[in-house]
């Protein structure tokens, strides 16, 4: 009985106890509070954290931070305003349909910018070097002496492409802007690589003509930019024949040749970036940029190849001695007959045979047009040879002298013929500048000779002597 009552009592204290715990679980500890002595050396929790981490936290090295502005440099604005520094830059075989036949955004800007012209008329011949002296001289064949690429001087010597400026019998605007303190460039230019009296601050000892034109700019730049004379450059001078090239190469009207209008066109583009964003280390204090760009001659579809020599055959080139190249042939007699007589015979003679090729005009020097000025003492031959349009002299030879271009050097683009023969000799010429061009709007028809007083004028100084000294209009 006492054991039953004892085990009733325990389960009733377990129930109790039980009840209490529920009760205090579901009520929560909201109404327990628990309160801490203070002690004397407490402090915040807060301050402590603080100066733990400060005490544990691996401090960086100093830097030393230098007092200027860390913003990049913006490239000095052109001003203009003071002294101008010219680059002339001369694209052989420039024909004035190929930029509206070509993508060429950097040759547009320069056209809405400044001024141009499709009609630059070069004076016959229209060949490379005597097209470069007359722009270089401001003169003609007459006074400056260079009848053909490759011709005879007065000793009796054939010369082809040749280096050596004495041939020139007038000064050309490097020479004449060095003599009067303008610093120059020039290179690949014709007939500037050996120089004498006067002689440019930069020029070339040869033509590589394996160069690209972005090589030659490259060149161009390597020079201007490391110049460290006080007297900065102030006329440039350069020869780019990538236009050129690719047009003998293709022909005039091939995709290939506007290519390289458009390749030229970029390299450019990139060139004069980098020129304006160096101004203040290129030019004088405020100087202004003039860029002049012109042509030698245009260029057309070459038809036909003629190995003169194997055309006039060895019974009449026993009297003669022949350069011909291009458009243009010149024929010097040689071993007549001392007598007079005899001699004229013999000159009769080949005349009615050159009279029997059709393929050009036979030219005596009294024949030749007073306008062309084509007349060099000791330099022209006796009789004058001008190719039809579309026929080029060359050195190759085929079965038959008379031939088509791909049996021959390759080349499919003719050049050298009379501008009032063959428009197609015209060529494009562009000025402009930075910050504005010396020039705007349309040129219209304009000849080789105004551009060396046309340079002088934006130096400041004077034509040579013989020069034409009428201008384009620039300011």
């Known amino acids: 009985m006492f054991r039953s009552l004892a085990s009733s009592l325990i389960t009733l204290f ?56 860390m913003t990049k440099e913006e490239p000095e604005v052109m001003a203009g305003g003071g002294p101008k520094v010219v680059l002339w830059i001369s694209i052989p075989g420039f024909r004035g349909d190929y930029i509206e036949n070509s993508d060429t955004p950097f040759f547009d800007r320069m056209i809405q910018e400044g001024a141009s012209t499709t009609k630059l008329r070069p004076n016959f011949p229209c060949l490379d070097f005597p097209a470069h002296a007359s722009l270089a001289t401001g003169t003609l064949v007459d006074k400056h002496g260079i009848p053909l690429d490759r011709f005879r001087i007065e000793s009796g010597e054939f010369v082809d492409h040749p280096l050596d400026q004495s041939l020139l019998l007038t000064e050309p605007i490097w020479t004449t802007a060095t003599r009067q303190g303008i610093r120059t460039l020039v290179h690949d230019w014709p007939l500037s690589q050996k120089q004498g009296e006067n002689a440019t601050a930069y020029s070339l000892p040869s033509y590589d003509p394996a160069l690209t034109d972005q090589q030659r700019l490259d060149a161009l730049w390597n020079a201007w930019s490391n110049d460290k004379d006080e007297n900065k450059l102030r006329l440039l001078m350069i020869r780019l024949n990538g236009i050129f090239e690719a047009g003998m190469k293709n022909g005039p009207r091939e995709t290939g040749t506007y290519k390289a209008v458009s390749e030229l066109d970029g390299i450019l583009a990139e060139f004069f970036k980098k020129v304006e964003e160096n101004w203040a280390t290129l030019a004088p204090k405020n100087g202004a940029l003039s860029v002049v760009i012109t042509t030698d001659h245009g260029l057309v579809d070459l038809d036909k190849n003629i190995n003169l020599p194997q055309l006039l055959g060895p019974d009449l080139m026993k009297n003669l001695e022949v350069t011909a190249h291009d458009a243009v042939g010149h024929l010097f007699f040689k071993d007549l007959p001392e007598n007079a007589a005899q001699a004229k015979i013999v000159t009769d003679n080949l005349d009615g045979e050159l009279k029997k090729r059709i393929y050009f005009r036979t030219l005596t020097q009294d024949e030749l047009p007073a306008d062309w000025a084509y007349h060099a003492q000791g330099r022209m031959g006796d009789r004058v040879l001008v190719l039809k349009n579309g026929y080029a002299f060359t050195d190759a030879t085929a079965k038959e002298p008379v031939f088509e271009p791909g049996e021959g050097p390759g080349l499919f683009g003719g050049f050298g013929y009379p501008v009032e023969t063959s428009v197609r000799m015209s060529g494009e010429s562009i000025i402009w500048g930075l910050p504005s061009s010396p020039a705007s709007g349309d040129l219209g028809e304009i000849n080789f000779q105004k551009y060396h007083a046309t340079v002088c004028k934006l130096l400041g100084i004077q034509p040579a002597e013989g020069a034409v000294t009428e201008t384009l209009p620039v300011e």
Do not use: C, H, Q, W
């Not at 529920?22 to 050396?41: N, Q, Y």
């Open 14 to 69: 377990i129930v109790i106890l039980a009840g209490l715990l529920l009760l205090f679980i579901t009520k929560g500890s909201a109404d327990l509070s628990f309160k801490r002595v203070a002690m004397a050396e407490d402090r915040p929790t807060k301050e402590v954290l603080n100066e733990y981490i400060v005490a544990n936290t691996v401090k960086p090295e100093s830097v030393d931070v230098p007092d200027t502005d």
